[in-house]
């Protein structure tokens, strides 16, 4: 036991306070996120949408999303990392506050293409400004301190927004564009004119990897196979925002507030236990074996879901969903780092991005129309068949990078 309470004390040292602040920012941030959990809930049961109508609503979000990574990564390039999230955590706030004013398919696909896109400017960005403020040799714990942070913003957020959604849905986004704005303020004003470790970073990063200095990620055939695998895993890992809370509201007949406890629970898992479990697989496993064992589980976290069991294996499956992304997602965003440099990280998180908001795109829609055509048995089948998949491509190609 003290061994492993060491670990998890060992597993904070050495980070920077610059990526606190960062984690601080992304923590406010993600405290409102309220909306994007509960918009398939409010579609289907305020709005009186249908299924397939949900579905492509949301798939919207992921039209918007591809923009706005691709945005993303050129604007870093181009400006930087700061302007670029600044200019995308402040436009968000006003996009939030007039999402509710539209009720209509129509209007609001093109109310979520627009949030997504300026939403979204923000992630190539924000992956390369904690690249810059870490200290190279605790990149992996540096990127997981800001996705542990995301997570409990996220447990705090889906929790809250139960109880809100059961008052008034509208107080979701007015909630959820407050805390944005919040998050821009901090982020606006620590990090004007902060110096980072970005030479130290490049300098290791291109010894490492052999890669050239300039070399454009959209011109790196491995990454971009990489990529491909990656976006397969994000397809079916986010289920957790369409699929699942609509599973969890027609076949258990959960209602809002226990939808958000759920929710809330993968956040708080993932917050107790990232920096723990990353830490402990930088010391025993390779970043190949973390992205292949990571990729097998959110398989399993789906297909489990197949037992009848009742809400308990609701909480297993989400358990093991949270274990998946801890192993995947930190370690997928170092690959991208240490195969790129200061002049062309803007594309290489772009494309990192990018896997994540073409499963924006994909995700709803094929999990929306195989459930209501097939059952949601079925997708689970379909989601374990493609990590499977995931899984077996990470295998053969990470041996050659």
């Known amino acids: 036991m003290n061994k492993l309470w060491q670990s998890y004390l060992d597993s904070y040292r050495g980070l920077s306070q610059p990526t606190w602040i960062l984690a601080l920012v992304m923590l406010i941030n993600r405290s409102g996120a309220m909306v994007i959990p509960f918009l398939g809930v409010y579609m289907t049961s305020k709005l009186g949408f249908e299924l397939k109508e949900a579905g492509i609503a949301l798939s919207c979000f992921g039209v918007g999303a591809i923009m706005g990574s691709l945005c993303g990564g050129w604007l870093t390039d181009k400006i930087g990392h700061y302007l670029t999230q600044s200019i995308s955590l402040f436009l968000s706030v006003p996009v939030f506050f007039m999402l509710p004013l539209f009720t209509s398919f129509e209007s609001l696909c093109a109310a979520i293409i627009v949030l997504s896109f300026i939403t979204e400017i923000f992630r190539p960005a924000n992956s390369a400004s904690v690249s810059y403020y870490a200290k190279p040799e605790n990149l992996t714990r540096a990127f997981s301190l800001n996705r542990m942070a995301l997570n409990l913003g996220f447990s705090i957020g889906p929790a809250l927004g139960g109880f809100l959604a059961g008052y008034s849905y509208s107080l979701l986004f007015y909630v959820n564009g407050t805390m944005v704005g919040l998050a821009g303020i901090v982020f606006l004003f620590y990090f004007r004119g902060k110096k980072g470790n970005d030479a130290l970073l490049t300098n290791q990063a291109t010894v490492k990897t052999q890669q050239p200095a300039n070399k454009s990620a959209y011109r790196d055939v491995k990454y971009i196979f990489f990529t491909l695998f990656l976006t397969i895993y994000a397809t079916c890992f986010f289920?957790?925002?369409?699929?699942?809370?609509?599973?969890?509201?027609?076949?258990?007949?959960?209602?809002?507030?226990?939808?958000?406890?759920?929710?809330?629970?993968?956040?708080?898992?993932?917050?107790?236990?990232?920096?723990?479990?990353?830490?402990?697989?930088?010391?025993?496993?390779?970043?190949?074996?973390?992205?292949?064992?990571?990729?097998?589980?959110?398989?399993?976290?789906?297909?489990?879901?197949?037992?009848?069991?009742?809400?308990?294996?609701?909480?297993?499956?989400?358990?093991?969903?949270?274990?998946?992304?801890?192993?995947?997602?930190?370690?997928?965003?170092?690959?991208?780092?240490?195969?790129?440099?200061?002049?062309?990280?803007?594309?290489?998180?772009?494309?990192?991005?990018?896997?994540?908001?073409?499963?924006?795109?994909?995700?709803?829609?094929?999990?929306?129309?195989?459930?209501?055509?097939?059952?949601?048995?079925?997708?689970?089948?379909?989601?374990?068949?493609?990590?499977?998949?995931?899984?077996?491509?990470?295998?053969?190609?990470?041996?050659?990078?």
Request: glycine content about 6%; hydrophobic content about 55%.
């Open 239 to 401: 289920q957790l925002f369409n699929s699942l809370p609509i599973f969890y509201k027609q076949v258990h007949l959960l209602n809002e507030i226990n939808i958000g406890y759920i929710l809330a629970f993968s956040g708080l898992i993932v917050f107790g236990l990232e920096m723990i479990v990353v830490h402990l697989a930088e010391a025993n496993l390779t970043i190949r074996q973390n992205m292949v064992f990571g990729t097998a589980l959110c398989g399993a976290a789906f297909v489990v879901l197949i037992a009848p069991l009742g809400v308990p294996i609701l909480y297993v499956s989400m358990f093991l969903l949270c274990i998946s992304e801890i192993l995947v997602m930190p370690f997928s965003s170092t690959i991208g780092v240490n195969r790129s440099s200061s002049e062309n990280r803007g594309s290489y998180m772009a494309l990192n991005a990018l896997a994540f908001s073409i499963a924006h795109v994909f995700s709803p829609l094929f999990s929306t129309t195989i459930a209501e055509n097939y059952g949601f048995n079925t997708l689970w089948i379909v989601t374990g068949v493609l990590i499977a998949l995931a899984s077996l491509g990470f295998f053969v190609l990470m041996k050659k990078m």
